[in-house]
């Protein structure tokens, strides 16, 4: 048995394969069905993001990763040729490399993103689910989670926004806390206003009001974003209202001076405020920012946050990069740990049954013994075993090499004639049905 | 055996500090665990000592500050358990270590003299001192406020914009801080005068200073004057943020100076 991973990705394929390629569309558990219905891999899961679409499975054979590097061209409909150059395929410890990386995002488009976490979330439920997991993808699954976890809690990755739009989001969000009980004027009603203003709508904020000169457009835009339109000349009373204020008008001079800003501080008893300046050239005097409790931030202001928490996140790759080499040398222990056990296992279970049946031979001559003397003879047989055993276990247990253990369960198999009981226990009852079912 | 809080709290605040420069998860446990464990021995020890002295230790400046670290440290971890938010954590553990030296220095409980045996003792110095803890937060918030409204307002996005919670529940934690704080520092104060009314005819000297030109008592009542101002300019004229910020630093180091200058060497009413 074996952990394959095959798939591409931004990396290595262009945006129109990656669509046609697409799992999600027809949903990833008809995916999940189609492949089990074709034998391909023991257990399985399929990830399909925008930039990606992979599928992790655990097969007897190499031809595994052959099978499913074709079922991409078949299950979508594509020439074969077409695929195949832009696949790539992880082998055993790879593929939990590969995994780790993809869910601490140091394989994402833009390094470090979260949203990938919960993509590879989603798509182990949904094989999970659908009982395609077993033993090797859970534990191989739940170590990637714990990856993309330590990797945001633990290093700076993830951290700062890298658009303009969720730089000042995240600045509103550590002024204001919540957003929720917090009220938005946005000045101006274009495509810049229009677009900070989804992104404000989509923290839930009470509510937004917008004013433009042309009071028609401010209420397509208020339509847009659920919120209310003012007049122009109206606008005082909203900078009272409001926590945030986003300009950008095209105006050619500043439309919030000092004095204007100074009186409204003055009737909303210097609550806090935020403006967020996006308008070329400038809205609002530069001079307001001096005022107390408001908070100037300008699109260059902006673009500079976006370019430190870049740089940042370069920085903090070595970290991630690190988490992802322990818990890939955590997972590969477990994987060539589980893969010896059952051989010693059924080693110690042929010891104790030649020790029993000799007992059992022996039963006649010992039944005239005192039962203190049997019990002996029970102890000293399984200390002899016990002890011949010993080394062994431990050496067995301490091969770190898979083609090593691959071999020496080979040889234990052949010289004790183990491969009927251990066929007994890696093929698990329910572990059969999970797939082929 | 009294040095032990002592330590623990250092290794805290050491913790705390690494927590907050590094953001390990498990560097921040240890430092809750250190922290919960100072407070236990701090526990214990107030506990021999009580049994010991057979009566709360709270007579003199040495073991009221050790009840004050001690309030202090459970006040702090009910408020990192119920708000999982650690970052103050290092401010208030080196607050904690620096005010532990002087206990742990000057161990020993004072015999406590006739004039105090009245329970409105006990309520008196517990009222303040829990005033006093409040009060010691409501000043780490007020820092930590300041430091990041300087790096928001100044767009030096850094050290302390990546580490603390929002503005807007710095000032709020710091508000509800003060309220209680107020409220203790109240009932304290009244407690304290209906004691010192009450133990007017003793022959104590101590009793007879009591007035309002005993520094300790002036000083205590400037406190409480600022502390009712900053209630009061925040409901009414808007003193929220960095001037509630401001204030609450300002008016705990007036509490600090009466708690520990005052306390030591200028009182004639309360050196007991």
């Known amino acids: 048995m074996r952990l394959f991973a095959v798939g591409l990705s931004h990396r290595t394929a262009p945006v129109e394969l990656r669509e046609s390629v697409d799992f999600s569309r027809k949903g990833l558990d008809a995916a999940l069905a189609e492949l089990a219905s074709r034998g391909i891999g023991r257990e399985l899961v399929v990830l399909s993001t925008c930039n990606r679409a992979e599928i992790y499975a655990v097969g007897e054979t190499d031809e595994t990763a052959d099978h499913i590097g074709r079922f991409f061209s078949e299950y979508h409909d594509i020439p074969h040729a077409e695929v195949h150059q832009h696949l790539y395929v992880h082998r055993g410890p790879d593929v939990a490399r590969h995994l ?12 470090g993103e979260p949203q990938i976490l919960g993509q590879v979330k989603a798509a182990y439920a949904v094989a ?27 290093t700076g990755l993830g951290e700062g926004a890298v658009s303009v739009s969720y730089a000042a989001i995240a600045l509103a969000k550590k002024i204001f806390g919540d957003l929720k009980d917090r009220a938005v004027l946005i000045l101006g009603a274009g495509e810049m206003a229009k677009l900070t203003g989804i992104h404000l709508q989509s923290q839930h904020v009470k509510q937004i009001t917008i004013a433009s000169r042309t009071f028609q457009t401010a209420q397509n835009l208020a339509e847009r974003l659920d919120g209310v339109a003012v007049a122009w000349d109206r606008v005082d009373a909203a900078l009272t209202a409001a926590d945030i204020i986003v300009t950008a008008t095209g ?3 500043p439309v919030l001076t000092r004095s204007r800003v100074e009186e ?3 009737s909303r008893r210097h609550r806090p405020l935020f403006i967020i300046d996006i308008a070329v050239p400038r809205d609002v005097d530069a001079a307001v920012g001096s005022l107390d409790q408001v908070f100037l931030y300008n699109i260059d202001d902006l673009r500079t946050i976006v370019q430190e928490n870049l740089a940042r996140r370069g920085a903090e790759l070595a970290r991630a990069e690190a988490i992802v080499d322990q818990e890939v040398a955590r997972y590969t222990a477990w994987m060539q740990s589980r893969e010896i056990v059952p051989t010693v296992v059924a080693l110690r279970q042929r010891f104790e049954a030649i020790r029993r049946a000799e007992l059992q031979r022996l039963e006649p001559k010992l039944a005239n013994l005192p039962p203190e003397a049997r019990s002996r003879i029970d102890e000293v047989t399984r200390l002899i075993v016990e002890k011949l055993l010993l080394t062994p276990t431990e050496q067995l247990k301490s091969v770190s090499d898979e083609a090593m253990i691959v071999a020496y369960a080979d040889a234990l198999n052949r010289l004790f004639s183990l491969a009927q009981d251990k066929d007994r226990d890696a093929v698990a009852p329910e572990e059969e049905s999970e797939v082929s079912s | 055996m009294h040095l032990v809080p002592l330590l623990l709290y250092a290794a805290a605040a050491a913790a705390y500090v690494a927590h907050f420069a590094w953001r390990d998860p498990r560097v921040g446990r240890l430092a809750t665990a250190l922290m919960a464990g100072g407070v236990f021995a701090h526990t214990f020890l107030i506990g021999m000592q009580t049994v010991q002295a057979g009566h709360a230790p709270l007579v003199g400046t040495s073991a009221a500050i050790s009840a004050f670290v001690w309030l202090l440290g459970l006040s702090y971890l009910y408020i990192e358990l119920s708000s999982d938010e650690r970052s103050m954590g290092a401010f208030v553990a080196i607050l904690m270590v620096a005010l532990d ?9 004072a015999p406590r003299p006739p004039v105090l045996q009245s329970p409105l003792f006990t309520v008196h110095v517990m009222s303040l001192l829990f005033a006093y803890a409040s009060f010691a937060l409501a000043c780490v918030l007020g820092v930590t406020y300041a430091l990041l409204f300087k790096e928001i307002k100044a767009k030096q996005l850094g050290f302390f914009y990546t580490r603390l919670p929002s503005l807007a529940s710095l000032d709020l934690m710091n508000s509800r801080a003060i309220t209680v704080g107020w409220a203790f520092l109240t009932l304290g104060v009244v407690v304290g005068g209906i004691w010192a009314w009450q133990v007017k005819g003793s022959p104590d000297p ?9 520094p300790k008592i002036l000083v205590a009542l400037v406190s409480w004057g600022l502390y009712s101002f900053a209630l009061f300019a925040r409901k009414a004229i808007g003193w929220s943020g960095r001037r509630a910020a401001y204030l609450s630093g300002i008016a705990f180091a007036v509490v600090l100076l009466n708690f520990v200058l005052v306390g030591y060497f200028l009182t004639a009413s309360h050196n007991f």
Not at chain 1, 140 to 145: E, G, M, N, P, V
């Open chain 1, 264 to 266: 409204a501080m003055r």
């Open chain 2, 206 to 214: 101590r009793a007879q200073a009591m007035s309002l030109a005993d």
């Open chain 1, 128 to 154: 999970s689910d659908g009982q395609f997991t077993a033993a090797l993808t859970n534990r191989l699954f739940h170590s990637a989670f714990s990856v993309g976890k330590r990797v945001r809690s633990e």
């Open chain 1, 100 to 111: 780790f990386r993809v869910a601490a995002g140091l394989d994402s488009l833009v390094v």
């Open chain 2, 101 to 109: 030296v002087i206990p742990a220095l000057n161990p020993g409980v």
């Open chain 1, 251 to 253: 105006a050619s001079e």
